[in-house]
């Protein structure tokens, strides 16, 4: 596979579980009052925000950024975060209370299957449904692991109209090695008509038997799903392109 | 009626719930179906053959943690029925035989939990509308996870205030339970089941608005200077169709 500059960017995943009731302004912080403050000190521009009612750490609050360098990560974060507007801002907005009560950050790189299934026509807003699947993989058999999934279950998934946002590996984070993977769906029912469709396969039940026949074992571990919405002021673009200015 | 003796009687819910080998979960609701509903050349099933109950329910996660995951729940009038009627099925050869089948390409379950539930104060089981549909659609457990100490101030809020406006809403409550036995005590949860996503998504957005909620939440915060529900759990639910349940589990039938 070629290696572009862009498969070596860093994707940082960020998840908020929410204070109950407070949704709304937690919005209205990460939608209107924080993108000129990430401006000023370099934060990236996030490629999309997203809510989740139907999952674990909910309400959920997500967003996703990249970045070509680590360094200036964390460079651009610091320097956020001691801007006194930010405290004097975060102070006013919460109320006396937090908005959010906690959080798990990722870093996280393209996985090189993703390459095989992204879109080829321009950069589009992609609605509907998203999935945020976090997948475990078997650690004695990574490269294996992401085949599987390339060879067997993406191309079910689009075949049964899911679109394939993004296939990244954890970088930094918790329970390495872990594909992490971003789907869209016109709508519910038809993420529910592809689950189904997934488990009554024939095809991929074989696979995962052949699997577990060659590798002693199932290369899948447990998964985590978060079904999530768009946010309207930050909506992915297909490819998880960035967001035109 | 599964009220008036929770804690002090000895009528009992198992929630058991198992981690699922990847892409076999259909696997497993067979497997279970093999034991729990299909008859035998005597009539019923292994588990009525044992006293096992048929399961209130029996649900595939669709969102949450540690997927694939299939749960049921099953009452018990005592947990001596239970501990006399359960080992015997585990002994089983009939089973085995169908254990060993299913788990030759590898074990079919990788981990199991199973949580000791009562009824919960916060069930109103005379609220009834007189349907007596069985209930598809998709379901939900909600877990709150409460301060050590409060958990009737959260049953009461749960009662007078949460669960009413998810029906408004809504929703269908299936049961709401106390967890007596299980992990990140004290808990309470609730089964319900939706008409369908999108009416569950617009709930959840209006529950957080709606007035009761936000001064139940106002006076927390000014009594106890924080929210008395410490966590919170979601987790939508496919309903295995084969053992769709009614309102209240039933209980008004």
């Given amino acids: ?245 | 009626m599964f009220v008036g003796t929770p804690r002090g009687g000895s009528t009992m819910f198992e929630y058991r719930f198992y981690e699922v080998s990847t892409g076999r979960v259909a696997e497993e609701v067979a497997r279970m179906g093999a034991v729990a509903f299909d008859p035998l050349r005597g009539g019923g099933s292994l588990f009525d053959h044992y006293g096992i109950p048929r399961p209130l329910a029996e649900w595939t996660a669709i969102t949450g943690s540690r997927l694939p995951l299939y749960g049921y729940l099953l009452h018990w009038d005592s947990l001596k029925q239970r501990d006399s009627a359960f080992p015997p099925f585990w002994a089983d050869p009939t089973w085995h035989g169908i254990r060993d089948r299913t788990d030759a390409d590898g074990p079919l379950v990788e981990r199991m939990e199973n949580w000791l539930l009562a009824a919960s104060p916060a069930w109103n089981q005379q609220n009834d509308d007189g349907s007596d549909a069985a209930l598809g659609g998709l379901h939900e457990m909600r877990i709150h996870h409460t301060l050590a100490g409060y958990s009737p101030h959260v049953t009461e809020y749960l009662r007078a205030i949460e669960l009413h406006q998810l029906q408004v809403l809504g929703a269908v409550v299936l049961g709401v339970f106390d967890v007596l036995i299980g992990p990140n005590m004290p808990a309470i949860v609730s089964f319900l089941a939706w008409p369908d996503f999108e009416t569950h998504q617009f709930a959840m957005r209006r529950l957080d608005s709606e007035p009761r909620v936000k001064v139940q939440r106002d006076t927390w915060k000014r009594e106890h200077g924080q929210l008395l529900v410490r966590e919170f759990e979601q987790t939508l639910l496919r309903p295995v169709p084969r053992s769709l349940p009614h309102r209240n589990f039933g209980r008004s039938r």
């Fill in chain 1, 1 to 245: 596979l070629s290696t572009t500059p862009e498969d070596q960017d860093y994707y940082e995943l960020r998840l908020y579980r929410c204070t109950p009731g407070r949704m709304p302004d937690l919005h209205h912080r990460m939608g209107y009052e924080l993108p000129p403050l990430f401006a000023r000190h370099g934060v990236v521009r996030p490629l999309a925000y997203w809510e989740g009612y139907a999952g674990a750490g909910a309400p959920l609050y997500v967003y996703m950024l990249r970045w070509r360098d680590l360094d200036e990560r964390f460079r651009a974060f610091g320097a956020f975060y001691n801007d006194p507007e930010w405290a004097a801002q975060r102070d006013a907005s919460n109320a006396g209370e937090h908005m959010v009560e906690r959080v798990d950050l990722a870093l996280m790189r393209p996985a090189a299957i993703w390459s095989e299934f992204k879109q080829s026509h321009e950069p589009v807003e992609v609605g509907g449904i998203h999935e945020l699947r976090l997948q475990q993989l078997d650690t004695r058999n990574v490269p294996a692991s992401y085949r599987a999934l390339a060879e067997v279950d993406m191309p079910h998934l689009k075949a049964h109209g899911a679109q394939i946002l993004g296939i990244f590996s954890m970088w930094f984070g918790s329970r390495t090695p872990q594909a992490v993977y971003l789907l869209a769906w016109r709508d519910f029912q038809a993420r529910e008509a592809a689950a189904a469709a997934h488990e009554q396969d024939r095809d991929v039940h074989e696979a995962r038997r052949a699997e577990a026949r060659r590798y002693g074992g199932s290369l899948f571990g447990a998964c985590d799903s978060h079904v999530l919405q768009p946010a309207r002021y930050g909506v992915p673009r297909s490819n998880l392109s960035e967001q035109p200015h």
